[in-house]
């Protein structure tokens, strides 16, 4: 038995990302978890099977889709409502999509709206070093960053997780959680910084942890609690994800996520 998740709170790399929330909401007057995570999470997960399957043949095809598209400004009713989140899948597509991702970014940010990134490394698409200039480039847009190991390594130089905060820091994020995969998360805000180990709970399947872990972030985020606890919910997120096969089914609805942060439940369901 594997205890704590070894993707607890993510830190591998997967074929598409599934960063949802059950959609049946609980009878409560808590709002569910995530929905307007859960629908940029789909498309994305769309994008990433295309990548993962037929690649090479469909590439050229979204490059060409995305030339055509234009981005208004953000309307009013889009700032405020919630965190614009981002990961580097689109633009690791091509040269085009890294432009108008980063412009989409920098309207949204000009509008007020919480900029949150995940840049979630995909080797099969680019090297490190395409993939530095990017990650830089939206993590300087961020005020929420919450790269795996292995994004802060490409982003920063380093191996040592202090060293890593620091760093990334200086590139102007205000939270950052640095997601280890078994050993827990290393985070910190404005006022502190603190690492927390893995929910112990047995492992089937480490798929989409990461992003579940990105979704319990962004949902504390929204009920506007600390980040510390933000970052707890995000790691008990990744522990219900790994109980279970697949990347989002085993995913709970708020009353069941409630329980298990208050230590009701032990292993996820």
Known sequence: ?????????????????????????????????????????????????AVSFAGDVLLPLIDHIAAKLSFAKPRRRDVGAAPLTRSALTP?????????????????????????FDPNMRFRLWSKEEARTAFLELAKRSDVLLPSLVDAEILCGQSDSEAMLDRLREFGPKRIAIKLGENGVFFAD??????????????IDPVGAGDAFCAGVISGILDQVSFADSVRQGAAMGAFCVSSWGDYAGLPTRTELDRFLAGETTQGR
């Open 1 to 49: 038995m594997k205890t704590g998740g070894g993707s607890g709170v993510g830190g591998g790399t997967y074929c598409a990302r599934a960063c949802s929330i059950k959609t049946q909401a609980p009878k409560t007057t808590a709002h569910p978890l995530n929905k307007s995570c859960a629908r940029v999470i789909r498309s994305n997960l769309l994008v990433g099977i």
């Open 92 to 116: 690791a597509l091509s040269a085009h999509n890294r432009e108008v991702t980063t412009a989409v970014v920098d309207q949204f940010r000009a509008a007020g709206t919480l900029v949150v």
């Open 190 to 203: 404005e006022k502190s910084r603190s690492h927390l180990p893995c929910f112990p709970v047995s492992e």
